[in-house]
């Protein structure tokens, strides 16, 4: 089985930065996907970002040049640098591995809360 813990989001003001972490844990595959997605009230769950095993990344045009992704494969762990935050970012955020290996296989975390607001 696999675990995502998530830590590091709270209250911001706009024009504030968080910085999230993922701690994966358990039988993954070395060669992954790991992503942030986020989910406002009432919205659909929407990808933010994603970085792939060898680090190339993928963002959601709303957030290019705000927020930066990034790896360290050493301890599974995954993080999204959030600056420049506005009030359309606060949503729930969540931490996703996946990988196929004769079949697909996707984990969630438990999500953490991002509030931006004055």
């Known amino acids: 089985q696999v675990q995502l813990v998530e830590s590091g989001g709270g209250l911001v003001q706009p024009g504030g930065s968080l910085r999230l972490s993922c701690a994966a844990s358990g039988s993954i595959f070395s060669i992954n996907t790991m992503g942030w997605y986020r989910q406002a009230p009432g919205k659909e769950r929407e990808l933010v970002a994603s970085?792939?095993?060898?680090?190339?990344?993928n963002y959601a045009d709303s957030v290019k040049g705000r927020f930066t992704i990034s790896r360290d494969n050493t301890k599974n762990t995954v993080y999204l640098q959030m600056n420049s935050l506005q009030p359309e970012d606060t949503a729930v955020y969540y931490c996703?591995?996946?990988?196929?290996?004769?079949?697909?296989?996707?984990?969630w975390g438990q999500g953490t809360q991002v509030t931006v607001s004055s």
């Open positions: 970085i792939i095993s060898g680090g190339s990344t």
């Open positions: 996703n591995t996946k990988w196929t290996l004769n079949r697909p296989y996707t984990y």
